[in-house]
């Protein structure tokens, strides 16, 4: 896995990444957003572009957001999405679920005026 999309973007989903992802591995889930470890290329260009800092490299993932190494890579998996590999996000669209851990996050309150 290259890329880890973490906590800050639970009820968030800008998108920003999403759109400047060069090989479109960026899936949109329920609550937040996972980078597909298998079809990511390290190359960090969704790092810039996220504008709540939720993404980080693997090797530099901060002690407390460690468990987003497993959410990331278990949502593709056959016991929340069933995905798999298909390839690509744009052909997928948005997907109805999210990981347990982060269904089960408590949300984000709308921001104080």
């Known amino acids: 896995m290259a ?3 973490g906590s800050a973007c639970i009820d968030v989903k800008d998108g920003a990444c999403v759109k ?3 090989v479109d591995c960026i ?3 329920e609550r937040t957003l996972y980078i597909h470890p298998d079809e990511c290329i390290d190359c960090g260009v969704c790092v810039s ?4 800092e939720a993404i980080y490299e693997d090797r530099r993932l901060p002690a407390a957001l460690q468990p987003f190494l497993a959410i990331n890579r278990e949502f ?3 016991q929340v999405s069933g995905l798999g590999s298909p390839g690509g996000a ?3 669209g948005p997907v109805p679920c999210d990981h347990p851990a982060v269904a089960a ?3 984000r309150g709308a921001p104080d005026r």
Do not use: K, Q, S, T
């Not at 572009?49 to 709540?52: I, L």
């Open 3 to 5: 890329y880890v999309i």
């Open 20 to 22: 400047c992802c060069p």
């Open 27 to 29: 899936y949109v889930g």
């Open 49 to 52: 572009a996220c504008p709540v």
């Open 76 to 78: 593709f998996g056959p």
């Open 90 to 92: 744009a052909d997928v």
């Open 105 to 107: 996050w408590p949300a």
